[in-house]
């Protein structure tokens, strides 16, 4: 596949890049305190990405080199959806970031899907793989009750830009490539 031995020149010249990158990073979190939570995440996903610096490597985490990716707003919140090439080895390295952190990621359910959500403050951060998809999304507190399921499709938005038409008028007002729209 061309852009796959493209995408491992990348890697290949970007190689001195990341190790020093790599080195900056754990000089950085060596000094952060090590009752941190989010220190000890962001040290166990720098582990994880060892000598995972590769297109082949990536994939062994269970992302792809080539996802369908969008990015979208439910109301004015952002969204995320990534394929996944392997979902369960991308469960696999949350489970092994969990291992090293000494913590579960909090849990709920929206039905039978059951999805990460973090809540700080008055915020909250939410993710799940939902088929062969992570799917992440932010927002305010206030707002999760009504942004949770139209983010797990557990309920339908009331409205988007493809109704009637509104989506395919801006794409050939504009000129936009369909692909990317929104």
């Keep these: 596949m061309l852009f796959r031995s493209v995408l491992d020149k990348i890697f290949s010249r970007m190689a001195p890049l990341f190790d020093g990158l790599q080195k900056s990073i ?4 060596a000094k952060a305190p090590t009752d941190d939570v989010g220190a000890k995440v962001g040290r166990a996903l720098l582990e994880e990405l060892k000598g995972h610096m590769s297109a082949q490597g990536i994939e062994q985490l269970g992302l792809s080199t080539t996802p369908h990716m969008v990015v979208y707003g439910i109301g004015l919140l952002p969204a995320l959806r990534l394929e996944l090439k392997d979902p369960a080895a991308f469960k696999a390295l949350i489970g092994r ?4 952190v000494g913590q579960k990621v909090p849990t709920a359910k929206a039905g039978d899907l059951e999805y990460w959500l973090v809540e700080s403050g008055d915020g909250f951060v939410a993710g799940a793989i939902i088929g062969n998809d992570l799917v992440l999304g932010l927002g305010s507190k206030k707002a999760k009750d009504a942004y949770l ?5 557990t309920t339908k938005p009331a409205a988007t830009l493809e109704d009637g038409g509104a989506l395919l008028k801006i794409v050939t007002d504009y000129k936009f490539a369909p692909m990317g729209a929104g």
């Design 97 to 100: 970031v969990e291992t090293k």
């Design 149 to 153: 399921p139209v983010l797990l499709g």
């Design 26 to 29: 754990d000089e950085e979190l």
